[in-house]
């Protein structure tokens, strides 16, 4: 069918949208002799006296006659860096928060927490079993077994849900055992959206910070490159609602961002509802799921 100018839905309504448009070259025929097209795709900016500006992902500005448009649509956001991330990648970051002793398998590692102070946290004594272990499934899974057995530890693995590992592992028997959710934020970007009113006290060493408000609330952090960790955020059961997490959280992410941090991220469990309700209200999206299995008893 002959390309007729004119035939679209856009106009001035798709500004701040983004769109892909196909338009004629004014003078040039194309490869069968016909008229030649191209597409442009990027944000238009503009709608004015019959021209249409895109500005394009490299930051060009693309004008366009109008009148030479032959068909276009808006399309959906393009996803954000950080959440383009590899999600074997983004939970590598995980290791440095807990410096556990480790053991590479394939593009496995295995993980065990060298003290059980404060606390056994399943990120620090699970396999992380991203990627391809370099052997058969069943020979990983007895490879992980003698780990956490060499290290007195019950045997665990995290896997991304719905992933490559996730089936293959539970049809070999092995059981769920809860999941958790990765989550992230430009820091700039939850910067702007906090006011807590509340004010707190953070101490730093090196690479690492504790905020805290009294005997109420604490949190830490961690930077590793430009990526900041929060983890173990809490608030005194009495003291909820008082927006002190939110305060902690600000603290934290104003200090990542004098060190250099541009992402923040965090672990939450996936039945933690009030703490996934904070995190959203900050900005942070969800960057991936994992479950953890373990074998059956």
Not at 16 to 26: A, K, P, S
Not at 193 to 218: F, L, M, N, P, Y
Not at 236 to 259: D, F, K, M, N
Not at 276 to 282: A, G, N, P, R, T
Request: charged share 25%.
């Amino acid at each position: 069918m002959e390309a007729r100018p004119g035939q679209h839905q856009l106009g001035p309504h798709v500004v701040d949208q983004r769109v892909v448009i196909r338009y004629l070259l004014e003078g040039q025929a194309g490869p069968t002799g016909g008229p030649a097209m191209t597409d442009v795709l990027g944000v238009c900016e503009s709608w004015v006296d019959g021209v249409a500006g895109v500005r394009r992902s490299d930051g060009a500005l693309v004008r366009i006659p109008t009148s030479l448009i032959v068909s276009g649509k808006p399309v959906p956001p393009r996803p954000s860096v950080r959440l383009r991330t590899d999600p074997g990648v983004a939970e590598r970051l995980a290791i440095d928060v807990f410096k556990p002793l480790t053991e590479d398998l394939g593009q496995w590692v295995l993980r065990a927490q060298r003290t059980t102070r404060p606390r056994l946290f399943r990120r620090a004594n699970s396999a992380l079993a991203f990627g391809d272990p370099g052997v058969p499934l069943a020979h990983a899974l007895d490879r992980v077994c003698e780990f956490y057995a060499a290290h007195d530890r019950a045997p665990l693995l995290q896997v991304e849900r719905d992933g490559q590992w996730e089936q293959p592992v539970l049809d070999l028997g092995w059981q769920d055992d809860g999941g958790n959710e990765m989550w992230v934020v430009g820091i700039s970007q939850a910067l702007r959206r906090i006011a807590s009113g509340q004010r707190v006290v953070i101490s730093t060493d090196d690479d690492e910070a504790v905020a805290w408000k009294q005997d109420q609330a604490e949190g830490r952090a961690l930077v590793s490159g430009d990526w900041l960790c929060i983890h173990d955020v809490f608030v005194e059961p009495e003291y909820r609602g008082q927006y002190l997490a939110t305060a902690i959280v600000s603290e934290l992410l104003e200090w990542g961002a004098e060190r250099g941090a541009r992402t923040a991220w965090m672990h939450v469990e996936s039945s933690n509802m009030p703490a996934i309700s904070l995190y959203d209200s900050l900005g942070f999206m969800p960057h991936h799921a994992s479950r953890y299995l373990r074998p059956a008893s």
